[in-house]
């Protein structure tokens, strides 16, 4: 018994044991149950807030007269003078009902837009929930939740500030709207009020203006292009990105395969189909400068302005655009080009025009008829401006210490196997750099480059703010590589204003529907990359070309500055000017790069620069340039040295250092044997020392010579 009892105490103890084991192991930890009861209550509450939501938004009315709604369209664009340069009150809008509608333009804008549209209630809390998740993570909106009723509660309602509270407006009349009419009313109705780019409200303006065409005749690949472009009208907008909105149509196409909506063999041919775009878009019809408007909605939304934002905000943009010379511009361009024939719609021309002083843009015209195309050429077209680019070979000129006055001989030349040639076949033997300029002589420019180098003209050129590529060889002097007209025009005001690079703006100031100012420019930026000395001398050798040179056609009859171009075969031709308050440029050429005859620098762009300059400059009087009086004659040094001539077929100087080397040893041996009978382009006293003196010109940096303080204009003082 006694073992018995000893057994049953054993076991009684480990039972007891067990027990108090399994009690530790399920002592709470404090951290988790805290954590678990904050999980619990966060859920509790959210749910709660949905469920009160939900419970609000069903307790709201429907709304009254909302059928027959058009968008509430306001926003002005104003020129610098105070007048409308662009409404958004002129758009394309065709109403359509729903029946009309291709099926697959409804799918596809269900699948791009709102999977769920025919399940929710005017908003999908789930969506809201991933979509917050999802920016969350990536730390930027990556993903929006808004449906095709909030769009349309947002469209004829409310703005497109993106604030909470716009937010909850939005949910609040998204849910009014759902009580008041069917869900095929709210779809018809958002197909015939979405703005979809290019001007164009609801799909079947979008189906006339980039395809011309009605909505029934679209292929499925157009009408997957006109479902992508409500995220995004001007990004996605094929006129101005073609990459770009295949991008975007390929991705509703593949959305539209995922829900089944098209089969894999409609998605792969659709996907291969090429975009072909109207001849003739429709156009803004209160847009005096179309061109301009484009530029000034790109900043926009640089500064941080959607584009629907603009369009249905009510904003009052006010612009630097002059319109009396933006005006002039448009007239101008489209008689001169008339009075020589040049009526294709490939031939065409741009005029850009800024103020040196401060980068206001006055004048834009991309083209000569917005209409026939909104391809623009002052920021997208890359052209060569031939002789117009001489100023930047001779400013590096200037820059290494040569003066307008120097001798350079204006005679047949070849440099490296390339032997340029004078309009006419003219050559006027030896002139100063100011003449050479002046008669546009190619052979002067060749030989100019040569003795400054290659290096340093792409330096200098980079320093003014052309950013296009530029061939390391001779041939870059006589302007062979393309630039673009608005960072050209730029450039040249580096010899307006002194020497500084001034970035053009076009945007003075942004109000809303109440006349708050959202944005106002505080200035632009500019830098200092040009001696003021040679933008001196440059503005003193160019005032030539317009009283006695190529650019004669130019003359408005008080002091300006420019140079004209014209490339080979007359494919191209530029005016770029300047007087001390405005530089305006001038392009004339044909988008397909065909020749037109007889057509130079002097001829209509010369004409179109006249006429707009006298009109942009007529409030500023005769004002001259404020700077130091330059006198030009023909009792400078001599460019290099005269014999040289009879090498040039053989040997020329290249940018290699080793090369420069070898001709500088060779050029020391002739200045040697010819101090014994020196020749007259040589430094008598010291030929050695002239020669290691241009050998090293070649070698450095473009340096920067003496400030001359009083040739900064006023306003950059």
């Known amino acids: 018994m006694s073992r018995s009892y000893d057994s049953y105490k054993k076991q009684r103890a480990e039972q007891s044991s067990t027990r108090e084991r399994k009690r530790s192991n399920n002592k709470p930890n404090n951290f988790f149950n805290y954590l678990k009861m904050f999980v619990i209550v966060c859920s509790a509450l959210a749910i709660a807030g949905v469920i009160a939501l939900n419970l609000y938004l069903s307790s709201l009315p429907p709304i009254d007269n909302l059928r027959d709604f058009r968008p509430n369209i306001v926003t002005k664009f104003y020129s610098g003078d105070g007048e409308i340069i662009k409404t958004f009150t002129a758009y394309t809008y065709d109403k359509i009902e729903l029946k009309d509608v ?81 869900k095929d009313k709210i779809l018809e109705m958002y197909l015939n009020n979405v703005y979809l780019g290019a001007g164009s409200y609801g799909v079947a303006g979008a189906a006339k203006t980039y395809f011309n065409k009605k909505l029934n005749q679209l292929t499925l690949p157009e009408l997957a292009l006109i479902a992508g472009l409500p995220q995004a009208p001007s990004v996605y907008n094929p006129y101005n990105n073609k990459d770009l909105a295949k991008k975007r149509r390929n991705q509703v196409l593949k959305r539209m395969l995922t829900m089944k909506y098209i089969t894999k063999e409609e998605y792969e041919k659709a996907i291969d189909a090429d975009i072909k775009l109207s001849d003739v878009p429709q156009l803004y019809t209160a847009n005096k400068a179309p061109y301009f408007s484009d530029f000034v909605m790109k900043e926009l939304e640089k500064l941080g302005f959607h584009e629907t934002e603009v369009i249905h905000g009510g904003y009052k943009v006010i612009t630097t655009l002059d319109s009396k010379a933006q005006e002039k511009a448009n007239e101008s361009i489209l008689a001169n080009m008339k009075a020589y024939g040049l009526t294709n719609k490939s031939q065409q021309a741009a005029v850009f025009s800024f103020s040196p002083i401060d980068g206001k843009i006055l004048v834009y015209a991309g083209g000569k008829n917005y209409g ?28 290494k210490g040569f003066s307008p006055n120097d001798i350079v ?55 003014l703010g052309i950013t296009t590529p530029l061939e390391k060889d001779y041939t870059i002097s006589l302007g062979s590589n393309g630039v673009k007209l608005f960072e050209f025009v730029r450039a040249y005001g580096a010899f307006a204003n002194g020497g500084y690079v001034v970035e053009p703006y076009a945007i003075e100031r942004v109000e809303d529907s109440r006349g708050r100012v959202l944005y106002r420019a505080s200035g632009t930026k500019s830098s200092h990359q040009l001696s003021s000395n040679t933008a001196a001398e440059m503005t003193a050798m160019m005032k030539t070309v317009i009283t006695n040179g190529t650019g004669m056609g130019a003359n408005i009859g008080k002091p300006a500055a420019g140079k004209t171009g014209t490339t080979d075969d007359y494919r191209d031709a530029y005016f770029v000017g300047y007087t001390p308050n405005i530089v305006t440029g001038v392009w004339v050429g044909d988008d397909n790069n065909k020749q037109m005859h007889g057509l130079t620098g002097g001829t209509i762009p010369a004409r179109i620069w006249k006429e707009v300059m ?53 050029l020391k041996e002739k200045a040697l044997e010819a101090t014994k009978n020196p020749p007259q382009t040589i430094n008598q006293t010291n030929p050695v020392a002239e020669i290691n003196s241009n050998f090293k010109k070649n070698q450095a940096p473009i340096p920067k010579t003496e400030q001359i303080p009083i040739a900064v204009p006023d306003g950059l003082r």
């Open 614 to 666: 006298t009109v942009a400059t007529s409030k500023y009087g005769h004002k001259d340039f404020d700077y130091p009086t330059i006198i030009l004659n023909d009792k400078g040094k001599p460019l290099g040295a005269e014999d040289e001539e009879n090498a040039e077929s053989e040997t020329t100087k290249s940018e290699d250092e080793e090369a420069l080397l070898k001709e500088a040893n060779e």
């Open 102 to 182: 291709p099926e697959q333009l409804k799918n596809a804008i269900i699948a791009t837009e709102d999977k769920n549209f025919y399940h929710h209630k005017g908003y999908d809390l789930f969506g809201i929930v991933r979509s917050s998740i999802q920016n969350v993570i990536a730390m930027h909106t990556v993903q929006g939740a808004s449906t095709i009723t909030q769009q349309l509660a947002r469209i004829l309602f409310l703005s497109n500030e993106r604030t909470l509270i716009r937010k909850v407006k939005e949910l609040e009349v998204a849910t009014r709207i759902e009580k008041t009419i069917s």
């Open 409 to 463: 001989d204006d005679s047949p030349v070849t440099l490296s196997k390339w032997s340029p040639r004078n309009y006419g076949n003219k050559y006027r033997g030896k002139i100063p750099l100011y003449k050479a300029l002046m008669v546009s002589s190619n052979v002067c420019a060749a030989r100019v480059i040569r003795e400054v180098g290659v290096h340093s003209v792409i330096q200098l050129a980079r320093v």
């Open 372 to 399: 026939e195309s909104q391809y623009d050429r002052v920021t997208q077209a890359i052209r060569p401006p031939g002789s117009a680019f001489k100023p930047i070979v001779y400013a590096a000129a200037m820059e």
